[in-house]
């Protein structure tokens, strides 16, 4: 096979990954518009809440709540790059939280004291949990991959039974991890909530996965055109499978942060974070129709969903419709950014004809 | 004679073989639970608004699209509806279902808006409207629950309109009027899709959007169809779905976008497009409900019921895809290139 080596700027201009730090300067055009968003979301909260907004204590609250979507918002992020979608997400983080906390719970439950039989529970416990989100991606890879089914269909199945085998293991109740996770979930670091930390080191490796990996130019190839990377030497299946594991592995991480934070697995457990993964994904300039994103996109618009989410929180203190409205605002914030990326696509060509 | 290898082809048939199945197993095991007119009843109350939904989304997946946002515009139907029937005080059963379906068809326009004009990826617009729909609903209109008896006489009435009632072991059970609503909005769908131009330019768009075009099908016309039709259709249901329920609860029905998917691709319908019926649809919503209501009769505790809905989906979309990749790898051995 001929040797494929990365010079990505050759096949593609705007987002190509390079092998330099500039990659980190967001250049095109989506990523300056989503930065600039953001900043104006924080000015403006904080020019109207400037007592509760800009504080310390509330920019460790919101960092709290972005880490866990934002970790399934990359691990979308990846399959849509691919060209495909990943709805089991949300089903596989439950299933992984299921089985961490069943297993925190049948070897050191509650009664345990011993500081060394929790601790070698919780790493084993660990271990069998991302063993879970390793299985599950394998299944949707093999599924999308080799059984050629659309990603939206084999996910939706999957979705659908990793919550059905999570329901028949739990019986519809809750299992408790005996708050052996709570660092992780709840944990600081110099101040630095620990999720926050885990998303973070996530997005910077899944970054550099996508821009100096040999797997990453492979996959933008694929998701841009999958005939012609086949002909180029790719093994496209390849690719695919080795995508939806790295997604049900993301997605395991961010069942044990949420196990962290709530000490308790449900598999009904944030059903709406499925939808809102993919939102954040699209927002962050991700293309649906796969070979264009980068992960800075998602991290931004994760930042600046949780910007508006509080932000409107705390506008809307006293008036007990603020939940509802944030729904309101994420409903035409997407809107709007289709909208303005419809226009200005739509000028940039008009520029270039004229 | 009756070709039994293209019989067997179909999607709907094998689906309605595995429903007949079912129900025989199910009727062996535990006859006296099963086999009675009033369970028949409780499955067929349960497949009425999940139906109507059906239609609608089985319409955007033929064409190529996908469509989450219905059950946004349905509770928004259901639940303004009753605001209006309430404020004005004209408490009748036909205005309930003209406003639900006037309010569906203008809030499927605007999906129509920006996925026609716009040329917007359908599964990120109905993903934006669901929210803007749900949250707008939610915060300017209410969201407290409003039982229909409490406000409304003839509106709450509805609920007892059967066309058959039989006596049950405890009390009586009846057959509701909506069923009829459903059969009939699937008649009409069948129709559509059959006999008309439009049904026509559906398949076309979601088989090759690009052929279509050449071939003349005005696609933004068509998709405004759809997406306005399959608002109205989602109106219709919410507003079902609210006398069935006896009450507008705007925190209902949103979150089962994903389940009436499944039916619809189960009963053959290609998400790909261009790929698709009504009586597979409906055979698919059966086969749901089916195992969400009576899989217990077997023994199988409630728990089993998502893993065997989403082992029937894995291999029901599995066993068309290994198919046609058979059929892929048969081709090119046959042409002899590549």
Known sequence: MANVQASPG??????APRLSLDSLIPRDTSIIRLLVITIVLFAVFSLLKPATFPTPINLQSMAFQMSEIGILAIAVALTMISGGIDLSINATANLTAVAVASVITALAPATTTDAGTAATAVTLAIVIGLGVGFVCGLVNGLLVAYANIPPILATL?????????????TEGAAIFAQDRLAEVGNGKIFEIPVPLIIFLLIAVGVHFLLSKSRFGFELYMVGTNPQASRFSGINNRNVLLRTYILSGLLSALAGIVILGRTNAARVDFGESYVLLAIMICVLGGIDPAGGFGRIIGVVLAVVALQLLSTGLNQVFFDNPGANFFRQFAWGATLLLVLLLNYFSARARQRRITS | MLNLRALFARQEFIIFIVLVALCAIIAIINPTAFLNVPNAFRILRACIVIGIFALGALMVLISGGIDVSFPAIAICALYLSTLIIVDTGIDSVPLAFALGGLIGLALGLVNAVFIGIFKLPTLIVTLGTLNLFRGALLFFAGSVRIRLSEVTTNFAD?????????????????????ILILLGLALLVWFILRYTMLGRAIYAIGGDREAAERAGFNIVRTQFFIYGFVGFLAGIGGIVFG???????????????????????????????????????????????????????LGIPTEWQRFVIGALIIIGVGIPALQSLRRKVRHTQLSGAV
């Open chain 1, 10 to 15: 050759k096949f593609k201009t705007s987002d």
């Open chain 1, 157 to 169: 199945g999957t979705m659908t039974l990793f919550t059905g085998i999570g329901t028949v293991i």
């Open chain 2, 158 to 178: 509805a609920t007892r309109w059967n066309i058959i009632t039989v006596p049950a072991a405890r009390g009586e059970a009846s057959l509701h009027f909506s």
């Open chain 2, 243 to 297: 006398i069935l329920a006896r009450e507008a609860d705007p925190f209902a029905i949103v979150g089962t976008e994903l389940d009436v998917i499944a039916a619809v691709v189960l009963g053959g319908a290609s998400i790909l497009g261009g790929r698709g019926t009504v009586i597979g649809t409906l055979l698919g919503v059966l086969l749901i409900t089916l195992i969400s209501s009576n899989l217990v009769l």
